[in-house]
């Protein structure tokens, strides 16, 4: 039985728009751009600036140990000279139900947030940031329960019994398609009566820029977001925030030998993959929880049924038939045209772009995931379009500065080689590790190669070099699980420069050891 279902992509898209009156006349007939907000802080004209980076962080705590929390206390040592914070997906574990929302986001996030000195009194659904967190969607907030299990398991029975799972965040609800998240962090409009929209969006949506009128994000007052992807703009830099969850789906396979022996040999590894996680729910089945020894094996062993469970996800996915309406076109023609946009306004002194899933990376499982791939092809086509576009006017610069991701839990900085197209020499930084069990990099490490079709013709290239990667390394004494996130520092000038410091956090003989790492410059 599977323990965890995923709403299809045109289920993903519809549920929110429904959320936020996407396109409600009232909308369109004031001129309002649901895709953009402006950060109202009094600072946001300021060329220099500092935010941070964090993802993958909605766990709660062992018996002993909150790694979550202790990368948050880091952040907050550097929160008095930081505007804001990007969050790149998954935000609670592990089906993004709002049950999970006071113990694994508000509590360890209390001093971000309005009233965080009783974090026991503040709704998942009415949170007010002090220090702005600006999510995207990760895969876990969109998750599910399915309802065979809830009604196989009922009310008198938990999970961890019917399953041999202990202590694994499942709960009851599950993020009910993205709706707890919609509720934690959208301008949920559809919450609004018709009789009062009008007066909402007059107090709300006054912001302009040069698309229309747009939402006023104002720390500590109202700090709602107006749509699952959107853009702003702070000290001459553009972001652009995506949902990753709607164009993630992995080519179809041919009809054909080869397409057949692939199908085979996904079948087959899930096969393994099925003996093995019912070899670890045995092993699970065994420990005690009260005790210090066994919570920690417990733990280990349910990251790993977390890691089996993206791996089968991503096979399923492979496996599927898949057509148009499974890859979110719309979304990524926005993003191409704010990009071309935002090429032709002078006063624009960078990009930076945030998401779920990573198009590059080294983590052990997902380097070559079906996902991974797709989110990267999906990209390359609409930087090619806006390169092809935009023609000489970047002169030889890249179409974005960086791009930040999760999912991997790691924290890792690769820089593309020449692929032949706009993807280019970009820098990619995957800020996976806040507070969710860390994981290896792959064992040929750093070097990323792709296979190419041109022609009829395969070619093997390489496209990107890892240049730094935190994880989980060694084993016995010797293992290490760093914890981490990312401070950016903006530099003045034109272009913009951005200096990066890893800030990591690791366990050693019982006590929590901060560290910041070399800094590098984009």
């Excluded at 941070?52 to 705590?61: A, E, F, W």
């Excluded at 009128?213 to 500590?220: A, D, E, I, N, T």
């Excluded at 401070?487 to 901060?514: H, N, Q, S």
């Amino acid at each position: 039985m599977k323990l965890i279902s995923e709403p299809a992509i045109p289920v993903k898209i519809q549920k929110m728009k429904q959320r936020v009156r996407w396109k409600h006349s009232s909308i369109l007939q004031q001129g309002i751009d649901q895709t953009c907000m402006v950060i109202d802080d009094g600072s946001q004209e300021s060329p220099e600036f500092s935010f941070m980076v964090m993802g993958d962080t909605g766990s709660k705590s062992s018996s002993v140990h909150h790694p979550q929390r202790e990368v948050a206390k880091m952040m907050l040592n550097h929160g008095s000279d930081c505007r804001f914070v990007l969050h790149t997906g998954d935000v609670i574990y592990m089906v993004g139900s709002r049950e999970y929302y006071p113990a694994n986001f508000i509590e360890p996030y209390r001093e971000f947030l309005v009233g965080g000195d009783r974090p026991e009194d503040i709704a998942y659904d009415q949170m007010v940031f002090k220090l702005p967190i600006l999510p995207v969607l990760g895969n876990h907030d969109y998750y599910d329960v399915p309802l065979l299990y809830r009604l196989l398991t009922g009310p008198t029975l938990p999970l961890r019994q019917m399953f041999s799972y202990k202590d694994i965040e499942i709960g009851w609800h599950g993020s009910n398609q993205g709706d707890a998240y919609a509720r934690a962090f959208l301008d949920y409009l559809a919450a609004i009566s018709p009789a009062d929209l009008e007066k909402h969006l007059n107090e709300h949506y006054v912001a302009k820029n040069s698309t229309g009128r747009c939402l006023r994000y104002q720390p500590g007052s109202y700090t709602r977001l107006p749509n699952r992807y959107y853009t702003f703009c702070y000290g001459g830099i553009d972001f652009f925030a995506l949902d990753s969850n709607t164009f993630n789906t992995p080519d179809p396979l041919p009809n054909n030998q080869s397409g057949d022996n692939f199908r085979r040999e996904l079948a087959q590894r899930r096969q393994v993959i099925d003996k093995e996680e019912l070899q670890i729910l045995a092993e699970c089945d065994k420990l005690n929880s009260e005790k210090p020894d066994e919570a920690e094996l417990l733990a280990e062993l349910t990251a790993k049924l977390d890691q089996i469970n993206g791996v089968k996800i991503d096979i399923e996915k492979q496996l599927e038939s898949h057509t148009n309406t499974n890859v979110d076109f719309e979304q990524l023609a926005w993003l191409k045209d704010r990009l071309i946009a935002s090429w032709h306004n002078s006063a624009v002194r960078g990009r930076v772009i945030f998401f779920h899933h990573p198009p590059y990376v080294t983590e052990g499982s997902k380097w070559n995931q079906g996902q991974t791939l797709a989110v990267r092809h999906r990209l390359r086509e609409v930087f090619d379009d806006v390169a092809k576009s935009l023609g000489n006017i970047t002169q030889e610069r890249s179409v974005v500065d960086i791009v930040f991701s999760g999912h991997a839990h790691c924290l890792e900085h690769l820089r593309t080689v020449d692929t032949g197209h706009a993807d280019s020499h970009i820098n990619y930084i995957i800020s996976g590790g806040g507070g969710h069990r860390p994981r290896r990099q792959r064992q040929e490490e750093g070097e990323l190669q792709e296979t190419f079709i041109s022609n009829h013709d395969l070619s093997i290239r390489k496209v990107a070099d890892s240049l730094l990667y935190v994880g989980r390394s060694g084993s016995g004494l010797e293992r290490k699980k760093p914890y981490s996130c990312v401070r950016v520092d903006v530099k003045g000038g034109f272009p913009a420069k951005f200096m990066i410091t890893p800030l990591v956090t690791e366990l050693v003989e019982d006590k929590w050891c901060d560290r910041q790492l070399e800094p590098f410059i984009i």
